[in-house]
């Protein structure tokens, strides 16, 4: 199972649509994923706990280092956007985690 957080500024309507869309996007696909959301500013206390954070290429820049993959797209809100994203993070970090067909 992946742990997978999803970060935007204020964490409140995008990193939600954002989490909707990676839960959809997980079932579609058969990754087992745990999905959480949070501001940037709440970021902090969630890293320990977290495979995989999906946000925009400006707020991974200010992120604190951490053991978590970081995956970055422009269109935080674009379902295949987001999908393509977290496919090519999970595809080189987590292998194991993708269904063979």
């Known amino acids: 199972m992946i742990r997978i957080l999803c970060v935007c500024g204020n964490g409140m309507g ?4 954002l989490k909707l869309n990676i839960k959809k996007i997980c ?23 977290t495979d995989l954070v999906l946000t925009t290429p400006e707020w991974a ?4 280092p951490s053991n978590a993959v970081i995956a970055t797209t422009k269109n935080l809100i674009s379902l295949d956007c987001v999908e393509e994203a ?4 999970i595809k080189e970090n987590f ?4 269904k063979q067909d």
């Open 61 to 64: 820049g200010m992120l604190p």
């Open 14 to 17: 995008t990193s939600t649509i």
């Open 86 to 89: 977290l496919l090519k993070a």
């Open 95 to 98: 292998p194991n985690e993708l």
């Open 27 to 49: 079932d579609k696909h058969q990754i087992e994923a745990e999905e959480e959301s949070c501001a940037f500013g709440e970021a902090i206390g969630y890293l320990q706990n």
